[in-house]
């Protein structure tokens, strides 16, 4: 079946611009996480979605990222005034409720802030 | 807070050799663990995974990683290198509860020498 997909691929913005990154999980999935991959900081996770509780904003670093999961299954993750600091490569990751699944990644989007 | 060590960022082995990545976890509990691989701009895919029970674990494509919670590893083998081995590889950890949000190692990028 299709995997965890991921648009744009790649998005190169310029600095204090606004960005909207787009995730769609495998169909059936109530758990969406968010991840960034950057040379600095490596992988770290941002936020994490399950079903129509609270998401866990713990890893988000600055109140210009935020995201949001409509319907419980698309979701936007948007960078507001972007930074050069924000260029990296974003991951999203499905699964089952959290505990009875592993996380399948997307192929994720890179993001160039210049 | 949980974190994890991957000793190497680089590591080189001849094809046939054996393969050794190193990880090193540290977590008031024991976590459950996990290495997945990443090749060239696609995303992450799991290669095995520890939760409970046996602790030598076998995954995908030959290879396999042992548990020890006196050392606190999870270090990842395989016994022959096959030139498609070559990918970055990362150690990674979650709580055994909750969100199950994905600590990662900083990476080892594998190559394999003919």
Redesign the interface.
């Known amino acids: 079946g299709a995997g ?1 997909s991921q648009s744009p691929s790649n998005k190169v913005t310029e600095k204090g611009k606004d960005v909207e990154l787009r995730c769609d999980p495998i169909s059936g999935h109530t ?1 969406l ?1 968010w ?1 960034r991959q950057s040379l600095g900081q ?4 941002l936020i ?1 979605f ?1 079903g129509n509780s609270a998401p ?1 904003k713990s ?1 988000l670093p600055s109140d210009r990222f935020s995201a949001e999961r409509t319907g419980g299954s698309v979701s936007t993750l948007t960078i507001q005034r972007t930074q050069q600091e924000d260029s990296a490569v974003y ?1 999203c ?1 499905s699964s089952l409720p ?2 009875r699944g ?7 989007t890179r993001l160039t802030v210049t | 807070a949980q974190s994890v060590t991957q000793l190497g960022s680089h590591v080189s082995v001849s094809e046939g050799a054996l393969v050794l990545l190193r990880c090193n976890y540290s977590s008031s509990v024991p976590p459950y663990l996990f290495w997945y691989v990443q090749y060239p701009n696609q995303g992450l895919q799991l290669l095995l995974k520890y939760t409970t029970g046996a602790t030598l674990v076998k995954g995908i494509n030959g290879f396999e990683a042992e548990f020890k919670k006196s050392e606190t590893s999870f270090h990842l083998t395989k016994p022959s290198a096959h030139m498609s081995d070559a990918a970055e590889y990362f150690c990674a950890v979650s709580e055994r509860v909750g969100a199950q949000k994905l600590v990662f190692g900083q990476g080892t990028r594998l190559t394999i020498n003919p």
């Open positions: 965890v758990a996480y991840y490596g992988l770290e996770f994490y399950q866990d890893g991951l990751a959290a505990g592993e996380q399948y990644f997307g192929p994720g």
